[in-house]
């Protein structure tokens, strides 16, 4: 993406709570960012208010058609496995693998839209998705957990988020522009700084963007950016990328919500139906691998469909009901899986012919520790979202990741522009702070899998004091709220993951560990 000179912050653009920032730059620059989803699409929006121009290369053909600006309104095609057949989504997003994967998102997400896109809630609500209180029956290794209040999420599958922020960025913002191609090389200026981008376009031409003001990479697992700067910096460490591999499986099954289904929920009497007589999830199930290797949820996955999730760590995959009933019976804390759920499994047998399964397998999780190589990066060149980190979709993290990286790359343009030299270190020193939690609590907790393979240095030992700590600080989770309350909060990114060593919190999760007292 290519942003031609910056220009005067426009403070009407954002919410006026937002402290606002004047460059004085009239020289005119250009900035490119490569790829667009979901990061890419939230860094052009930041960037089109700092910036006159803003380029996005997509090397997608399909996001250029009105249909990846719509709500998803795919066909289903039969996939045949060893064990039986069953429909998933005929999708057309070929370069994202877990397009038709159940996403759920943190309040953060919501938050972040509300900013950016006016009356968001409005068009959101117009496709079918919905905002609502995020209670899901949160059942961590056997403890319910009961905060006083839930905080507002939007619940969306992937193929409907991602278009919904496509439209709302691509056609409220002009200063952006999509190209279609791929970048395939930097080349930087004396001083060091990306100035030249080189694209292959999709018609096969190669064309060069110049006076490159920042080069912003949200490739996803494609990393690009990494691959870029190794090929022009002789010094560029080879050893930036820290990656553990994992057997993390899952699949995630759709059914559309017959009819009465919220009545029929409240006669099996599921907890937490007082709210708005619905819910966000009937059940979430989460344990610690060293604990269970099995987890199981069942969420509203849109107005009109419900999903499971299941899976886990090395674990069989579920593609069907019957299936669902075998697996949540193989989980160890069978006290905590209510008799509830195995009858909303019934309430969905007359539906379950329409159902569809994506059966997903990550095999490794990485960071990119830019930070690290602050002296030789480009002045002007970041990295966002999973071209920088990628963690156990478990945690279902990856697009609030997103925003915080957007919110990170506004941070450091409301100080300064990017041609002072301290911006790529300031941007990574700030993503740093923001996301260091994310990929130590979801790495921590895959290293007491034993199929896991700990990054070089570390072993199965490493993170066992949080591990420990964890499992004692969730056993209050039923009985004190506003231990649960700020849990909340925590886990929807409203507050930093230190608040759950506040001395406070710390002396309680003691004490009942050393009592036996929640
Ligand atoms: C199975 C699964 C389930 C998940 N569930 C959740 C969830 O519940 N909640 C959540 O928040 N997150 C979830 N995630 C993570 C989330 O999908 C990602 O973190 C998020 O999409 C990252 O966004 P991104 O913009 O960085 O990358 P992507 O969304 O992957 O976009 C990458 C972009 O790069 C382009 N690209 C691809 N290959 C190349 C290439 N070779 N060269 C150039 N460009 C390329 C693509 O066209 C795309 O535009 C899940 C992930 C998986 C795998």
């Given at each position: 993406m290519l942003v031609k000179r910056h220009y005067s912050w426009d403070a009407s653009r954002m919410p006026s709570s937002v402290r606002t920032f004047t460059y004085n730059s009239k020289t005119p620059t250009n900035k490119l960012i490569a790829d667009v989803p979901i990061g890419g699409l939230?860094?052009?929006?930041?960037?089109?208010?700092?910036?006159?121009?803003?380029?996005?290369?997509?090397?997608?053909?399909?996001?250029?058609?009105?249909?990846?600006?719509?709500?998803?309104?795919?066909?289903?095609?039969?996939?045949?496995?060893?064990?039986?057949?069953?429909?998933?989504?005929?999708?057309?997003?070929?370069?994202?693998?877990?397009?038709?994967?159940?996403?759920?998102?943190?309040?953060?997400?919501?938050?972040?839209?509300?900013?950016?896109?006016?009356?968001?809630?409005?068009?959101?609500?117009?496709?079918?998705?919905?905002?609502?209180?995020?209670?899901?029956?949160?059942?961590?290794?056997?403890?319910?957990?009961?905060?006083?209040?839930?905080?507002?999420?939007?619940?969306?599958?992937?193929r409907n988020i991602e278009p919904l922020i496509r439209k709302v960025v691509l056609e409220?913002?002009?200063?952006?522009?999509?190209?279609?191609?791929?970048?395939?090389?930097?080349?930087?200026?004396?001083?060091?700084?990306?100035?030249?981008?080189?694209?292959?376009?999709?018609?096969?031409?190669?064309?060069?963007?110049?006076?490159?003001?920042?080069?912003?990479?949200?490739?996803?697992?494609?990393?690009?950016g990494v691959k870029l700067l190794s090929r022009v910096i002789p010094t560029f460490p080879s050893d930036l990328r820290q990656t553990y591999t994992a057997d993390i499986v899952y699949s995630t099954l759709e059914y559309p919500v017959p009819p009465h289904f919220d009545e029929d929920l409240r006669k099996l009497n599921v907890p937490g139906m007082e709210v708005d007589?619905?819910?966000?999830?009937?059940?979430?199930?989460?344990?610690?691998?060293?604990?269970?290797?099995?987890?199981?949820?069942?969420?509203?996955?849109?107005?009109?469909?419900?999903?499971?999730?299941?899976?886990?760590?090395?674990?069989?995959?579920?593609?069907?009901?019957?299936?669902?009933?075998e697996f949540v019976k193989g989980i160890k804390n069978q006290n905590h899986v209510p008799d509830y759920f195995y009858k909303v499994l019934d309430l969905l047998e007359p539906v379950q012919h329409l159902g569809t399964v994506y059966e997903a397998r990550v095999a490794n999780c990485y960071k990119v520790d830019y930070a690290r190589a602050a002296k030789v990066l480009p002045r002007n060149f970041v990295a966002l979202g999973?071209?920088?980190?990628?963690?156990?979709?478990?945690?279902?993290?990856?697009?609030?990741?997103?925003?915080?990286?957007?919110?990170?790359?506004?941070?450091?343009?409301?100080?300064?522009?990017?041609?002072?030299?301290?911006?790529?270190?300031?941007?990574?020193?700030?993503?740093?702070?923001?996301?260091?939690?994310?990929?130590?609590?979801t790495r921590l907790s895959d290293y007491a899998a034993p199929g896991t393979n700990p990054i070089p240095g570390e072993t199965h030992e490493t993170g066992r004091l949080m591990r420990w700590y964890n499992d004692q600080l969730i056993k209050h989770v039923e009985n004190d709220r506003d231990l649960a309350q700020t849990l909340h909060h925590v886990q929807n990114f409203l507050a930093p993951s230190t608040d759950m060593l506040s001395p406070a919190i710390v002396a309680r999760v003691l004490w009942g560990a050393f009592t036996g007292k929640a």
């Open positions: 939230f860094a052009a929006r930041i960037c089109a208010d700092h910036f006159e121009k803003v380029i996005v290369v997509e090397p997608e053909a399909w996001t250029f058609t009105d249909e990846a600006r719509q709500p998803a309104n795919f066909d289903t095609r039969e996939v045949k496995t060893s064990t039986g057949i069953y429909n998933t989504w005929n999708h057309k997003r070929s370069r994202v693998y877990q397009y038709s994967a159940v996403h759920f998102y943190q309040a953060l997400l919501l938050r972040f839209a509300r900013r950016l896109f006016p009356g968001f809630d409005s068009i959101a609500k117009s496709w079918g998705d919905l905002i609502r209180p995020l209670d899901v029956t949160l059942c961590l290794s056997g403890h319910l957990m009961r905060p006083h209040s839930y905080v507002e999420t939007i619940i969306a599958p992937r409220g913002t002009p200063e952006i522009e999509i190209i279609h191609g791929t970048v395939t090389r930097y080349q930087l200026s004396s001083d060091g700084s990306v100035n030249v981008v080189n694209v292959r376009l999709g018609n096969g031409e190669n064309k060069d963007f110049s006076n490159c003001a920042l080069a912003v990479d949200c490739t996803g697992i494609a990393q690009s007589g619905m819910k966000s999830g009937v059940l979430t199930f989460s344990a610690s691998p060293d604990i269970d290797n099995r987890l199981a949820s069942l969420l509203r996955c849109d107005a009109n469909r419900v999903v499971f999730t299941m899976g886990g760590w090395a674990v069989d995959m579920p593609v069907n009901l019957q299936e669902i009933r999973d071209s920088s980190m990628r963690v156990n979709p478990r945690f279902g993290q990856g697009v609030s990741k997103c925003a915080m990286g957007a919110i990170c790359l506004d941070s450091v343009l409301r100080q300064m522009p990017p041609s002072n030299r301290a911006f790529s270190k300031s941007f990574f020193e700030k993503l740093t702070t923001r996301t260091t939690a994310v990929w130590d609590s």
